[in-house]
């Protein structure tokens, strides 16, 4: 809810943005509110992911993306995501958020989000984004006919692949008891 005014401000603008293809990068000009900011006064950790999901839903509407899911029934939801810093983006600092489709695979679509200033990295993040219609996950078939085949070039990396497994927690079909117990404490 942190960014209530500003999304439905993004999808406003992003509606009157020229159209763009699902499988080419999106780039929104941003700069560093104060609502952005920690006592730091730089972009506070967890407000990256909530920030690149403004991208992601520019992406989704400049395609067409997000107005074919909605007439489907389907939503996007997060299923794992991650992130690395290089540099910290500061108070009323302008960058970019840099955002594309990385690859997808039987289990969702994975986007490659970039804070970029003055030419350079600030934060990359890799989300991956599960569609569900129903309560149940609607199948990389059905996506791809919805969205059409991706550019033969788009091929998902391998460490994709391995975060995917290393990371994957049972299916919510199955048991997923809390038990700190065997885990080591320092």
Known sequence: MHLFIRTFFHIFVSLR???TSLWSESTVPMRVWPTDVDVALHINNGMYFSLMDLGRIDLM????????TLRRGWSMV????????RKSLKLWQRYSMETRIAGIDERAM?????MVADGEIYATATVAVRFVAKGASVSPEQVLAEFGTPPA??????????WRMDTA??????PAPHDWAGTPTP
């Open 110 to 114: 994975y986007f490659e989000q970039r």
């Open 61 to 68: 509407l400049r395609a067409k993306a997000w107005q074919r």
């Open 78 to 85: 997060v299923a794992r995501e991650t992130i690395t810093f």
């Open 17 to 19: 943005r020229p159209r």
């Open 169 to 174: 927690l049972p299916s919510t079909r199955r």
């Open 153 to 162: 070039g788009l091929v998902l990396p391998e460490w994709i692949h391995q």
